[in-house]
């Protein structure tokens, strides 16, 4: 969005770089007082600005665990021939350099970084910047940068354009279905969601915001809560369930019992019947054999 700035004025500049996987997204307001510092003037909007560090701090979550990229916002690109700080320099408003040392820089100066240009650039268009986004700097990441990949996207509009560098020349990107854009360069898609530039995964997934991973985090850990809750419900349940079970089995115990002790009395009952008329046979055994012996036929009487 920014154009070439040769003041000696104090401008506000972005930017965004670590030494390491825990580094975050700074923003500091630098003054540059010797050669080499990066000399952009401030972005367009707070749109533009939210866009910008939206695009940083998800590429850094993202690639946290990675050491070999840096990506930057607002930041001054020198690449004079001569090594002139004031020939040659433009200020993409956010572009990713492959295969180089994640570190924080003043600047991005090519002939420093071992020739290197950005992989990716993505300028955010303005109704003041717009014509030299689409053309003067389209031509100069073309021709002289030989950038793979430049993107623009307007956040007012939503005007979402990417090119691809093939055959020397900027190729439009094809959209897919949904107007994103893949990007070869990050093996990332870039769409718009909500209004904003974001990425996506191949599989079409959104890459998440640092906010948004602790709200996915937050509604992870209350549903977890939730089952375990719920877990807890049944488990209480199941024991008032076991609990009622051998209460019941108990009674069905004491029932059995009981049909125990009348069973036993009963056959003590029979046992006394038994031997009740085990005796009163045998009296009569003993009256007959009597009879008998008195002459008399007991089967007579």
Known sequence: MSTPVTSADAPQVLTHAAADSSAKPVCNSIFPTGDFLSDEPPLESSLHLQQMLLLLS???W?????NDYFSAGNLTVYYSERQLKSEKFRGPD???VLGTERKPRDSWVVWQEGGKYPNIIIELLSDSTANVDRETKKTIYQDAFRTPEYFWFDPKTLEFEGFELINSQYEAITPTETGRLWSKQLQ????????????????????????????????????AQSQVQAAEIKAAEAQSQVQVAEIKAAEAQSQVQAAEVKAAEAQSQIQAAENQAAMEQAKAE????????????????
């Open 58 to 60: 998800c590429l850094d």
């Open 94 to 96: 956010f572009f990713v």
């Open 62 to 66: 993202l690639w946290q665990d990675r």
């Open 188 to 223: 990332l898609f870039l769409g718009i969601q909500d209004n904003q530039l974001r990425y996506f995964f191949p599989d079409g997934g959104l890459v998440p915001t640092l906010a948004e991973v602790a709200t996915e985090t937050q509604i992870q850990i209350a549903e």
């Open 286 to 301: 003993q009256f007959a054999q009597k009879l008998r012996e008195l002459g008399v036929d007991p089967n007579s009487i």
